[in-house]
């Protein structure tokens, strides 16, 4: 029986639990993620994150990341501003810019610190893409929404109801239009807080803000998503309901989404935070 430390740490409430890979090795990440994810008998996350070296110059630290369902996803947006944390309190670099290797490319992180302290991390996310032929085929028979992938498959539906997340969001991941499942976001447009709304003259709404709730493949109902906040910016964006710079509020907090023209590239600004340190038992 050996002992592993964690870290659980969240971002806007997307909760996940940390090992440092450097340090600890996990023979079957997947089933550690089901039995430590479990709100009731484990941990509770929305699943398991391991921080290693690159195996490439290319970046500074990897990053693999396991659903509460034990299934590798491709990358997460609030994840990986939590790492951008860890790693730099945790005196594991001093850089303020960090290359992380994901399984959708290398992000770069850029750490706003004071005082020693990460108040904050921009991660650029990429380019959107708008067809993946292996995941999505049509949407014409379901509800009618955007299709964006930020490295991962999200399906944006603008709605009333974003309450429906629970129903809808369960039978949308599986849909057969999604072979290999889907992120559905719930989406509502809101008021700007300085209730400054007006047009753009290069189209859509500046000074708006939305309400999104999300359904996450392979953990569901979580409260937040990074990857699921960029793909509702641009969706607005491609919709006209917004320019290029959007407030996405989630049930666990607010993230700032810009998808830049200069380089097409979307940039997601948000807080990380540490919740507790622990160690546990594992047979392998």
Not at 26 to 54: E, T, Y
Not at 154 to 167: A, K, L, M, S, W
Not at 200 to 211: C, I, K, M, N, W
Request: a negative charge.
């Amino acid at each position: 029986m050996n002992k592993i430390r964690f870290t659980k740490m969240h971002g806007c409430g997307n909760d996940y639990i940390y090992v440092n890979a450097m340090q600890y090795s996990i023979a079957d990440p997947a089933k550690a993620s089901i039995l430590w994810s479990d709100r009731h008998k484990g941990i509770g996350s929305d699943g398991l994150v391991l921080i290693d070296k690159s195996p490439v110059p290319e970046a500074d630290f990897s990053m693999r990341i396991f659903n509460a369902d034990g299934s590798e996803a491709m990358m997460c947006g609030n994840a990986s501003r939590c790492i951008g944390k860890y790693l730099y309190e945790r005196a594991l670099t001093t850089q303020t810019q960090i290359r992380l290797l994901t399984n959708s490319g290398i992000k770069t992180l850029n750490l706003h610190v004071r005082d020693g302290v990460v108040e904050s991390v921009t991660v650029d996310m990429g380019e959107p893409q708008f067809e993946n032929e292996e995941q999505f085929i049509s949407s014409r028979d379901i509800k009618k929404g955007v299709f964006v992938s930020m490295g991962n498959p999200h399906y944006v539906i603008f709605t009333d109801n974003v309450d429906q997340v629970g129903e809808t969001g369960r039978v949308l991941e599986h849909h057969p239009a999604f072979p290999q499942r889907c992120n559905i976001e719930f989406v509502t447009p809101l008021s700007s807080p300085e209730g400054d709304t007006k047009v753009s003259p290069r189209g859509g709404l500046e000074g708006v803000s939305f309400r999104v709730r999300v359904w996450e493949r392979g953990s569901g109902i979580t409260q937040a998503c990074g990857t699921g906040a960029c793909a509702t910016a641009v969706a607005a964006a491609l919709t006209s309901r917004a320019c290029r710079t959007s407030q996405i509020v989630m049930d666990g907090g607010i993230l700032s989404i810009e998808w830049r023209e200069a380089d097409n590239h979307v940039y997601m600004t948000g807080p990380a935070e540490f919740v507790f340190d622990g160690e546990i038992e594992i047979n392998q």
